[in-house]
């Protein structure tokens, strides 16, 4: 299973978070196979109107995403909904049973999120040659391979996750970080690989762990697939660059503060975020790993703190909420694990706060994808205006008058769809790691 294969790998080259500053197509039978598969499994997305197969069928296209509405354009005036982004790095499924826990506490708290699935939690051991890592040889992976149980689980838990109006971000494959050979080293067209063959293990599962009987993951993944996050936070301009051309449409691997975000390098910059740490006399990186670096470090700490550290990660996040909230609705990125890292207490951390904050008046809980569909849909006039407010600062005159009709455009009918705080010396280092 997942959780016997994997191995959490980190990176020489830390975040450092500054103190003070606020880290293969098939033949017929095959595909009859899939379809009988799909047809076969209650409650599968697509099950009952799958209208094309893909490849060898580990994909189908069964048509637009169910449970997702058309973002509208701010009117003159209107002050923007509160955003917020819960994501999850290297998503799979394994016996701690964590991703499926937090697609019933979504669905819940009427939250969607965004799953960064690594490919080769999709490939198996005896597979493992199949993928070629950048810089490394084949067969090589930080975080290991999957076996059968693994890879059936974490289907199922895709499939679901996508029918609920989630999205499937990738994390790539092998987690290769530091200066030997690590993600911060690869050329653009080492990215491409990358990209590449962690599209191929989605695409391709039923081939290589001979699930022919599966039923199909119901979504197009050349077409799913718009965003990423990197390994340890490190390689995003050239990571960026390659996705550009392979048609991402943002990236979350960056550093930031609680601003509005913009774009770079022609993709929506869309980073982690700094908020605070009660308590403490500096902010981390918005996810469970940085939290507990700068409390335990690598390794578990006192059992008699976890308690303690968990509440002060979801404190640190409600205090970067009600500050976005009360201020300049500037989104709020989430970033997490499915791990249980000093006895599962950011686990809870984020439930409670996912508890907390989703349900409010004007709190969306929504994927990176809605939130990108909702910044395209806007005037980039409007957009310009809201990046003018810094962390947690509210428009003086209020938001009527801020949002106030900027150009012609800002009158125009509801548009559909078609990015860092400096380091410093006397940082507490926090590497962002992925499961």
């Not at 499926?100 to 051991?125: D, W």
């Not at 308590?279 to 303690?308: A, C, V």
């Not at 996912?354 to 806007?378: E, G, H, M, N, Y």
């Amino acid at each position: 299973m997942l959780a016997a294969t994997k191995r959490i790998s980190f990176g020489a080259a830390a975040v450092a978070l500054a103190v003070g500053l606020a880290g293969c197509s098939g033949a017929q039978g095959a595909r009859e196979g899939a379809a009988k598969g799909a047809r076969a499994e209650k409650g599968a997305p697509g099950a009952q109107n799958a209208v094309r197969l893909i490849g060898d069928g580990s994909t189908a296209f069964t048509g637009a995403q169910p449970h997702l509405s058309t973002p509208q354009r701010l009117k003159p005036g209107q002050k923007p909904p509160q955003f917020v982004v819960f994501s999850w790095d290297g998503a799979g499924e394994d016996s701690q049973q964590l991703f499926s826990h937090f697609r019933e506490v979504a669905r819940k708290y009427n939250a969607k999120m965004t799953y960064f699935l690594s490919g080769v939690y999709l490939l198996p051991e005896e597979k493992a040659q199949q993928y070629d890592p950048p810089k490394h040889l084949p067969g090589q992976s930080d975080i290991g391979f999957n076996d059968t149980k693994g890879i059936k689980d974490t289907l199922r838990e895709v499939r679901a996750a996508w029918s609920e109006g989630n999205e499937i971000g990738t994390h790539f494959n092998g987690h290769f970080c530091g200066n030997e050979g690590g993600v911060g080293t690869w050329s653009v067209d080492e990215w491409k690989s990358e990209i590449n063959q962690a599209k191929s293990f989605v695409k391709g599962w039923k081939t290589n762990a001979g699930l022919q009987d599966e039923a199909p993951l119901p979504f197009d993944y050349d077409k799913e697939l718009i965003g990423a996050r990197t390994p340890c936070l490190e390689g995003q301009k050239n990571a960026m660059r390659a996705g550009r051309e392979l048609g991402f449409r943002y990236d979350s691997s960056g550093i930031g503060n609680q601003v509005w975000p913009k774009k770079k390098e022609g993709l929506w910059d869309v980073p982690l975020q700094l908020v605070p740490v009660p308590g403490r006399e500096f902010e981390t990186l918005s996810m469970d790993y940085n939290f507990m670096y700068n409390q335990s470090g690598e390794s578990s700490g006192e059992e008699s703190q976890h308690t303690y550290w968990g509440n002060q990660m979801r404190d640190g996040l409600l205090q970067a909420f009600d500050r976005a909230y009360a201020g300049n609705r500037a989104p709020l990125i989430i970033g997490n694990h499915f791990e249980s890292w000093n006895g599962g207490t950011y686990m809870r951390a984020v439930e409670e706060t996912i508890k907390t904050v989703c349900p409010q008046k004007d709190v969306q809980c929504v994927t990176f994808r809605q939130l990108v569909d909702w910044l395209d849909a806007q005037d980039p006039a409007t957009l310009e205006k809201l990046r003018g407010l810094g962390v947690g600062e509210a428009p003086k005159g209020g938001w009527a008058a801020y949002t106030a009709a900027t150009s012609p455009m800002n009158s125009a009918s509801p548009a559909a769809s078609a990015s860092p705080a400096s380091p410093a010396a006397s940082a507490s280092p926090a590497t962002a790691a992925e499961s």
